[in-house]
């Protein structure tokens, strides 16, 4: 395993960087207090070819794997994770898609996502199917040459601005296997039946946009299956396990932003005569959080490496998700007591953190979950 960067993969980093400090820091207060997502800067990114990089070449993306996917969320995410998340996010499901969605659908949904011309998300939480996806009701039945949808789905990301959903549904109810009840199917959004509600209050990455959705007899062809009928759990794991690479690359970069932070505010803020980097106290909290990224990011990179090469071990990734989103939290805990009273208001960037951080525990399998993947691995 060699997890050197190569030139292409360097210049992607500082591509990322340059772009991320030249148009995030201006806008993450206005964004993050209004809870705004902004087309223009999602457009921007697109037209620079940040946006779908692991999308195929011939879909109009870079071709790349899902590891330089993760290198822009790390870089994003290190300069403001509120629109790191906006900006990426916008193809969650295209990874789902471009492993079972037929021609039509990849030939249909993929180029514009690149072109910035359409979002997209990707539906499974209910209200009452969280952790457990096989608790979820969203029923979808043939009638006529159409699925006919019906159920409502909680904290869809980007679903008032998705032009294409990606639902999660039971299309085989009575199957006796739980995990043989689901499908995948691909609904427009300006579909009659289907209606979005953004959720307002979140307590972080608040540029990006959360949505419930009611689905209400949504008609749609019956070629708007995507994968097998019945399979959607089994390719919904694997979908997880490409896209929580990305959490874990989202996660290196809050931490990265967090030390950025405390090595800054420390030598410049003195007390008791001197500057408090120069207390050992304040020196050991840097040397933990420096060690914990990198741990963090070994991990991942590892995991992505290996998903990269079409060996994803599932566990690996799991412990790359837990463990990257502890790191986050961690950090940016620190990086707040270390700027005292000024890191709780929101002129500092590390109350944004901290407040971001959390959700890198909870979505995409809470650490919860994470850990119990890990754990049947070694007991099975
Ligand atoms: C900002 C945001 C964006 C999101 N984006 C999307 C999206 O685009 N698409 C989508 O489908 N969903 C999305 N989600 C939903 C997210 O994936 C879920 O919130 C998450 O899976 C947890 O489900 P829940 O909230 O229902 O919690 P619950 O499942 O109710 O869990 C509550 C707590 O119980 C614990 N728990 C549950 N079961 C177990 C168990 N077996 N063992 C131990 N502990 C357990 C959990 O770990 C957690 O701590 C998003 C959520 C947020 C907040």
Redesign the pocket.
Known sequence: MDFELTKEQNDIVKAARKFALGEFPERAMEFDREEKFDLKIWKKACDLGFVGVFIDEQYGGAGYGFFEHCLLNEEFWAVDPGIGAAIL?TT?GAELLAMYGTDDQKNLVLPQLVEGEAIM?????EPD????VTGAVTIAVKEGGEWVINGS???????TVAKYMQI?CQTDPENESRHRRYSFILVPTETPGFKATKIRG?MG?RA?D?AEIALKDVRVPLENLIGKEGEGFYELMEFFNRTRLHICAQAVGLARAALEDSVRHTKGRRQFGQAIADFQVTQFKLAEMATRIRAARNLYYEAAWRSDRGKPDHALVAMAKWFSAKVAVECADEAVQMHGGYGYIDEYRVQRLYRDAK?LE????????EK?IVARSLLK
């Open positions: 996010s969650f998300g990707t539906a499974i939480t199917a969280g952790c457990d789905k909680m904290f869809a990301t980007n679903g999660f979140k990455i990006s959360t959700i909870i979505y995409e399998g809470t650490k919860e979950i119990t």
